[in-house]
Structure formats: C-alpha cells, structure tokens
C-alpha cells in the first residue's frame, strides 16, 4: 500500500518514485487531472487521467453517465481529483473521487474551455502511458490554474507549449543555427521543424520546409524557454508577434505529431467569434 | 467480429454474423438470438425483418426540428395543440424521448444530433446549430430552452448557442442545473453544488 502511506502534499516537494518496475498495489489513490473520457457500453466510461506518479493512465469508471452517479460530478473533464482504483486484469477501476480543484473560472467560461481543452489534448498527444513525469504534471497543473487566475491567457497558452516541448524532449534550438552551429545573427533565420530548431541564412537550403522568422518572434520564444509564470504575466506583446509564435507552434506541433490537433479548429472558432462580439 | 460458426449452416452463419456486429452483442448472444428466431413462428421473424426494412425505409429527420420523422414532419411537430413560440434543444432524439416521458413540457423540440467536443473533432458545422438560427430567424419564437447535457461538452455546446442567438434578441433559458432526485448531498461535486446554490428558488 505504498501509495496510500504517502501524505498528499509529498509529491509538490519533489517526491518521485519509480512504479515502472514494480506493480501497482490491488488498491491505490492518487491525485489526477482528467484529461480525456470516452463512452463505454450502456452508462460507464473510459477515463484518462494523468497523474504524478503514474504518468498517463486509463481507468473504467462504472455507471458514470446516470443522474446518481455519486462520482460523475468529480470525473468530468478538466477536474483534478483525488481517485481511488482498483488495478484490473486490464484496465484499472474507479472505485472512489473527490474534487481537489474543478476549475470553475475555465468551465463557466466559453472560451477559456477552448483553450483548456487544448491543452489536455497535447498533454494526451505527446504523453505514453505509465511514464512518469513528474514535472510534466506539475505544468499541466499550474497551466490550469493560471488560466483561471491570469488574464494574459494567449501568453499562457504559448508557455505552456514551449514548456511542454522541453519536457517531452522536443526543445527547438534557438540560440545557433542547428546545421553549421554558428550563433544566429539578429536577422531574418528560419525555423525548421524538420531539423528541430533554426537556421541561419547561409543553411536555410538544406531543407526546404523552413519558415522565416522575425527576430522580436525568436526573442520572445526563448524567453519563453527560460522564464517563469512571474515573467509572463507582465509580458506584452503585440497580436501581430502574438499570431507569428502561435502559427510557429503549430507547425512544429503538428510535424512532431504528425497530425492536426483537434481542438485548434475550435479554439479558433471561439477566438474569431470573440473578435466579431467586440 | 468475426465467429466461427464455420460447420454451420450458412444463412445461420451470416445471421450470427450480423448480430455480433451490433453494440453489447458478443458471439454467444449472436449464436442465442439467432437459434431462438430459427425456432420462432415464420410470422414473428418476418415481422422483425420487416420492422427493420421499414426503420431504414420509411424514417427521416423531420425538415423542422431534426427529430426521427416518418414524414417530412416529425409528430411533435405536425401537432397543432403545441405551443410553437417554444423550442426545446437537446442533443440526441432520446432526450426528447425522455422529456416527453415527463409530459410537462408542450413546446416543440431542435435536435442538433451531438454537441460541441473540440478534442473528438466535433465542431459547429458538425452538429445543426446553423439550422436553428435559420429557423430561430423565420419563425416566431419568444423562447428557447437549452436542454443539451450537463457535461462539459453539452455545456460549451450551451454557451455558444446562447452567444449566438443573444443578437437575435429571443429569450435563451437553461435547464436548471442541479441536485439530481434521490441523491445525497455529501456527494455532489463543487460545480453541481455551486450551481444549485446559485439557482436556489424560494420555498414554496
């Protein structure tokens, strides 16, 4: 019963422990945010949950979709939870869950659901499962927080991408062109996401799907790459500059997974439809 | 899924078949349903058979409210005793199933057949939101009730045909979002009991 020795509040002073070779306990709690749900048989459901301990994993959760429900409330979508499951032949069952934090500043609100949403699904995307990543969750967690509290929401969005990238192992080299090695030069270089990180001019034809950049656009992403939350809230910048790092993003995003993410459409749905209100 | 039945007749086969691709249906079940109709009276199979060719013939979406219709109208709609300034949303042809079960409701009903879920690929054209606005714009509505589902999806599906519609000017009401009955409140979760705070109505 390892797990349910250990005080919740563990895991925040940098806690880990490896599961990965040993098996999981017949019972066991662990905090986690749900990050995806999928509809099984007549009432039940398929949960994702991503956790500090246990990386990504999946769970049933019985009976889940009737009105009595004891647990619907505390396993829907965007919920941080404290769960308990009962390890299965194959999946794992919920057995119990309590609400930690459910967010309500993102689910009352329509837009900020939007880019909630986004954010669990490229934690699904590039996570596997049973990986532990301790920090990985620590960011997912704090990214959710925020974007209740702060306002500078579109900033958030983009340090949580950048971090992400870090943490998966995808960090982009910005600080020298990623074929001759030299320090960039503060000028028009390219991005290329084939290559994982810049390049200079003189490189740029060594493979073709590179993008150019601006300078301010390389400068804020590697603040970005360096900061903390503290920095973000007071960084402004222009939509124009904005608009450049988020299409950037994407690409790379979209060329590491090697497909689109599904909630961008809707995410710039919302966006559009906010611009045409104001 | 494939069952191998291959000692078997062969339109016992296809027919096990056939049923092991329908949800909550295994192979034994297959294999159960279909011995038990090769033993019912022809009259009985036949009727099934025919039910089921009449399912896929003779239904449509009813031009109006996208409700499963056996005409160009559903019968929600071609029934003149109801209060047409009232249009109820809900997210699949069953819930309207289940409000009509409750008889308290004598408007007419929109079916948007699903509801918004970014991270499933479910956008705003993929479900028939457009459809309402043309019909909230052509026909005389004071009311619209959203009635989609108190999850995540159904309420994002909610806020943006409330936002959608407020230019319009009609009245958009939610259905109340609460204590389910015969549940304990020890168990409800803070969005759940925030909102039945929020929505509390005087005792009467």
């Known amino acids: 019963m390892i797990y349910e020795s250990l005080p919740v509040t563990q895991f925040r002073s940098g806690y880990t422990l490896n599961v990965n070779n040993m098996s999981e306990p017949r019972n066991y709690k662990t905090e986690a945010i749900i990050i995806k749900k999928t509809k099984l048989g007549e009432a039940d459901r398929i949960l994702t949950l991503y956790t500090p301990r246990l990386g990504k994993i999946q769970a049933v959760a019985k009976s889940i979709r009737q009105p009595k429900s004891k647990m619907s409330g505390h396993l829907e979508l965007l919920t941080f939870s404290m769960v308990s499951l009962a390890r299965g032949k194959n999946l794992a069952t919920v057995t119990g869950s309590q609400t930690i934090n459910s967010f309500l500043p993102i689910k009352n609100d329509l837009k900020l659901t939007a880019y909630a949403l986004y954010v669990i699904e490229l934690v699904n995307q590039f996570t596997g499962e049973h990986i532990e990543d301790h920090a990985l969750f620590k960011l997912l967690l704090d990214v959710l927080e925020k974007l209740c509290s702060e306002k500078n929401r579109d900033m958030i969005l983009r340090y949580f991408e950048v971090k992400l990238l870090d943490n998966v192992g995808y960090r982009p080299q910005l600080r020298q062109c990623v074929s001759c090695r030299a320090q960039l030069k503060p000028t028009i270089n390219s991005f290329c996401p084939g290559a994982g990180g810049m390049l200079c001019p003189d490189c740029k034809h060594i493979n073709h799907f590179c993008y150019p950049i601006s300078v301010n656009a390389v400068k804020i992403l590697r603040l970005l790459q360096g900061c903390n939350y503290n920095t973000i809230s007071r960084l402004k910048i222009n939509t124009e500059l904005d608009l450049e790092i988020e299409r950037l993003l994407r690409i790379y995003i979209k060329f590491l997974l090697e497909k689109e993410i599904k909630s961008v459409s809707w995410l710039d749905t919302i966006k559009k439809q906010a611009e045409k209100i104001q | ?204």
């Open chain 2, 1 to 204: 899924m494939e069952v191998n039945v291959s000692n078997t007749a062969d339109s016992v086969n296809r027919l096990i078949q056939e049923f092991a691709k329908l949800p909550g249906i295994g192979p034994k079940s297959a294999q159960r349903l279909t011995y038990h109709l090769l033993r019912a009276p022809k009259e009985q199979v036949l009727a099934l058979a025919e039910a089921m060719e009449s399912l896929k013939n003779n239904t449509r979406l009813c031009s109006a409210c996208f409700n499963i219709a056996d005409a160009d109208f559903c019968p929600i709609c071609r029934n003149n005793l109801r209060d047409i300034t009232s249009i109820c949303v809900v997210e699949q042809p069953q819930d309207i199933l289940a409000l009509e079960h409750s008889g308290i409701y004598k408007g007419l009903y929109h079916v948007l057949h699903g509801a918004i879920s970014p991270t499933d690929g479910i956008g705003v054209n993929d479900i028939k939101i457009d459809e309402l606005i043309e019909r909230l714009k052509n026909a005389k509505v004071d009311e619209v009730i959203l009635a989609t589902n108190p999850t995540l999806e159904g309420e994002q599906t909610a806020m943006y045909i409330s936002k959608i519609i407020a230019p319009i000017g009609i009245k958009v009401t939610r259905l109340a979002r609460g204590l389910p009955f015969g549940t304990e409140l020890e168990y409800a979760d803070d969005v759940t009991l925030s909102r039945a705070i929020e929505g509390r109505q005087e005792f009467k």
